[in-house]
């Protein structure tokens, strides 16, 4: 968790050692050790996936403390920009903006099973909950929407880079620092175009698309799958004869002007069997010859879920257990994997159906979040999201033997 100590924009920049992060992490770890065991919590309560140092050590170690642990979040879904009839939502709004899943843990994410729990505890206490019936707008909309999405007009935002260097001239150490970080995504971006190449035409590869990082959908979402270096040669060593990988950078990696690792592109560029995708290249031919799209996390797995195209997935969403998607945590689940993409595995539609419904049934109306300026927006009501939250909250409390209940 420790790569979420830098600020992207501008008020923290943290330039520490290996040593200090470690004894930073077993500070965080001592502290909120004994918070909790002093201040007798019993619940803990996380808004969104815990991806911050303070906040994931505490899901941690309440766990080893047998204390009850419940998130409230949302999951990325499809590119809200592109998709704007999707769900009936307004154009720069997440589809899943009003409405949030449930899990006990990291583990729960795609499983669902603390949110069964509570329906079920609710259905007997005859507690009725206000659930998603609007999941299945994602396969009815246009799945050809990734024409229009293209990497190119996102490959650099000057507003932000003045903004961020404005804001430190007062202070010429973090200027300094700031400015050393514009230069390095400029230079990154020419060591990607230097390492880029086009597609080779009626080629057999798997797309891999980068998540923005840091960012809680590779960590901790991908737990040792943060580390992307790590994905793409486990890729390259199981893939079939004859097949490549195609590497994809997130928009926001330069857009957002946080430069990856000093090396990455060469680094990448070394591991066989593998190519890099033009920052102009669009998304839609990056998709348009794709055998599959491999990903930690992120809307990218929706997107060609939608278009048809097996996902690899190395990280927990809620696409987990969807058709056409492999949950990989071994070279052996790769394996397997490439043997059933091989021989072109069938999905009838009818277990597309069954994997909606079934989401659905775990996908509670609410906004965890700031209310939208919208006039009339889908279920982003005070009253729905409050009465959902508070039965919740009271089926969780029963079902873990609260003293409050």
Known sequence: ?????????TNCIFHVSYEERRQMFLRHCSFWSGYLSKRGVTHCVFFGVPHEVYDFVILNIAQLLD?????????????????????????????????????????????????????ETGNLMGINFVCSSHLSDLMSGNKNSAEKLSVSSRQFNFALARKVLIARLKEPVNFLLVLGRIIRVFNQRRSHSIFSEKERSNQNFVLYCLPYQPEESSS?????????????????ESLPVGWSIRVREHPDQYWRLQPRATGFWSEVARIPKVSVAPLSEPLCDSYRNARAVALVAGS????????????????????????????????NDLKVAFLNIERGIVIKNSEIDKFISWSELYTFVGCLGKLPKVKNFPFSTVATTTDNLESILICWFKLRNSKFE
């Open 220 to 236: 901790p979402r991908g737990g040792i799958f943060t580390e992307q270096l790590l994905v793409l040669k486990m890729l390259s």
């Open 1 to 9: 968790m420790m790569d979420h100590l830098v600020d992207p924009y």
């Open 67 to 119: 204390i009850p642990t419940i998130i409230l979040h949302k999951e990325k879904t499809f590119n809200a920009e592109s998709q704007e009839t999707l769900s009936r939502r307004s154009p720069g709004t997440s589809y899943f903006h009003s409405e949030f899943f449930v899990s006990e843990n990291l583990a729960d994410i795609g499983s669902w099973n603390l949110a069964k729990e509570i329906k």
């Open 300 to 331: 990218s797995a929706v997107e060609a879920w939608i278009q048809g195209i097996p996902v690899l997935l190395f990280g927990k969403m809620f696409l987990r257990f969807a058709p056409r998607v492999f949950q990989i945590e071994t070279i």
